[in-house]
């Protein structure tokens, strides 16, 4: 099949997303890179010891230092105001966004938790820290990450791993209560994480 098929058969939004999430690349890190892990419970790792939150399991795996900056039952109004001193404390190569499902689960504006998101990507991206963006789903058993997240993967040009927390979330077993991981769950998500960092060129 040839691409003006492939064209015709893809509607172009979907078309530009495709394009724009296989393009997105990251720089190859440094044996002393950093990586800042930020984000709410699930980068926290509520449910598990902190061993075993995912930043740190990201950290045993690719030999790097991995900034665990997650809080538990964060907004991204609270994140956003919250960042600004962790970026200024910290001199990291990678931002790893993990953020706006309290948001999702107390109803609040989609508009606002995409507008403060993308503020918070702004606020890397003028340190020139890259940012791979990971997308959190809606409230439905079988929803995919919410469209705010691709829209803001088109936007600000980010590596996007939009299925991993859905997937994780579809799984019980993987579950230490309806919304957090257990020792499994974040393996998974490291690996995950971690195989992402490998596929686009950090590692």
């Given at each position: 099949m040839n691409n003006?098929?492939?064209?015709?058969?893809?509607?172009?939004?979907?078309?530009?997303l495709l394009i724009s999430c296989s393009e997105a690349k990251l720089s190859r890190l440094s044996y002393d890179a950093k990586i800042l892990a930020f984000g709410d419970s699930l980068t926290a790792g509520k449910g598990v010891q902190q061993q075993f939150s995912y930043p740190n399991i990201l950290?045993?795996?690719?030999?790097?230092?991995?900034?665990?900056?997650g809080v538990s039952g964060e907004l991204t109004s609270a994140g956003l105001q919250r960042l600004p001193k962790i970026l200024a404390e910290n001199s990291v190569d990678i931002m790893i966004l993990l953020e706006g499902g309290n948001d999702i689960i107390q109803n609040k504006n989609l508009a606002?938790?995409?507008?403060?998101?993308?503020?918070?990507?702004?606020?890397?991206?003028?340190?020139?820290?890259?940012?791979?963006?990971?997308?959190?789903p809606k409230k439905s058993l079988f929803s995919s990450s919410a469209d705010i997240y691709h829209e803001l993967a088109e936007?600000?040009?980010l590596v996007l791993e939009?299925?991993?927390?859905?997937?994780?979330?579809?799984?019980?077993?993987?579950?230490?209560?309806?919304?957090?991981?257990n020792k499994q769950g974040y393996t998974?998500?490291?690996?995950?994480?971690?195989?992402?960092?490998?596929?686009?060129?950090?590692?």
């Open positions: 003006t098929i492939v064209k015709m058969l893809i509607p172009s939004a979907l078309l530009l950290s045993n795996l690719s030999n790097l230092d991995v900034i665990n900056a606002t938790t995409k507008a403060n998101l993308a503020q918070m990507i702004e606020l890397a991206q003028k340190d020139e820290i890259e940012v791979v963006l990971i997308g959190v936007q600000y040009n939009d299925e991993i927390i859905a997937d994780l979330l579809r799984s019980p077993s993987l579950k230490s209560d309806s919304v957090h991981f998974e998500l490291a690996i995950r994480i971690h195989e992402l960092l490998q596929d686009t060129g950090a590692l």
